[in-house]
């Protein structure tokens, strides 16, 4: 079962646990785009955790059953698209190894189909639908944060800068140190607090040196990290994700 919005290719939306709970406006953000580029979008309600967490934790039995829910939920789809660089690179490469653990090789057909089809939101709007100009109008100061998950396991490359780049009234500040961890890495914040918040210290400077009113990034659990640190330093820069620089329009909110 499934909400589905819009017309044209068939998408669903993986929404991701974070998003779901903490930051909806994303995922919302992800269809406003998908809509006006003429996409059908669908959620599939039956949608859950990727498991990334408990794979991370080396708890491999566990997350199977993660998998299982992901292929049931998400087969049949033109293209799958979640906007987390990190949840997409733990799908692309954890899904595999974990279905593979499972001794399953019915399973790892399903998941070798499925993960063909899922993309990163920046790499379906520029490798899929051909795309880097989406209408998008944001007249502020931005610097982007290239999180590492989306950058080394993802591989998403240049295409949020691209896309950036051609959003009206937008100015794009280059960042210092932009390849370097945040220091969120998911359980590893909790395990390493102190460690986590000098990386993330260290990258809030670097934010506020570009002069930049908006910190944005393609994963929302990095601008979480970050942007605590900016408002416990008492910092005017605002976090937000990609995608909703893309769903503004000219005559929105921005």
Do not use: W
Not at 163 to 185: R, S, T
Not at 197 to 206: E, F, T
């Amino acid at each position: 079962m499934a909400h589905r919005f819009g017309v044209g290719p068939r998408v669903a939306l993986f929404a991701t646990c974070i998003n779901d709970v903490m930051f909806p406006g994303t995922p919302k953000a992800v269809v406003q785009v998908l809509e006006r580029l003429g996409c059908t979008v669908e959620f599939p309600v039956e949608q859950t955790c990727c498991g990334q967490m408990l794979t991370n934790t080396g708890y491999f039995d566990a997350a199977v059953p993660n998998v299982r829910n992901y292929v049931k939920a998400f087969r049949g789809y033109d293209y799958i698209v979640g906007a987390s660089g990190s949840c997409i690179g733990a799908v692309r490469h954890q899904h595999p190894m974990l279905a593979e653990h499972a001794g399953d090789p019915g399973l790892a057909e399903a998941v070798a189909d499925v993960v063909a089809r899922t993309y990163d939101f920046s790499e379906l709007l520029v490798d899929v639908l051909e795309v880097t100009d989406v209408g998008a109008y944001f007249p502020h100061k931005v610097t982007y944060h290239p999180t590492c998950h989306s950058v080394r396991v993802t591989k998403v490359g240049d295409r949020p800068y691209r896309l950036l780049e051609k959003v009206k009234g937008l100015e794009l500040m280059p960042l210092e140190a932009a390849d370097q961890c945040c220091g969120f890495g998911g359980t590893f914040s909790v395990k390493n607090p102190d460690v986590s918040v000098a990386m993330g210290s260290d990258k809030a400077r670097h934010v506020v040196d570009t002069g930049a009113e908006y910190l944005v990034t393609g994963d929302n659990a990095c601008l979480m990290h970050i942007g605590g640190l900016l408002h416990r330093q008492n910092s005017a820069v605002r976090t937000i994700h990609l995608a909703e620089i893309l769903a503004s329009t000219e005559g929105g909110a921005a």
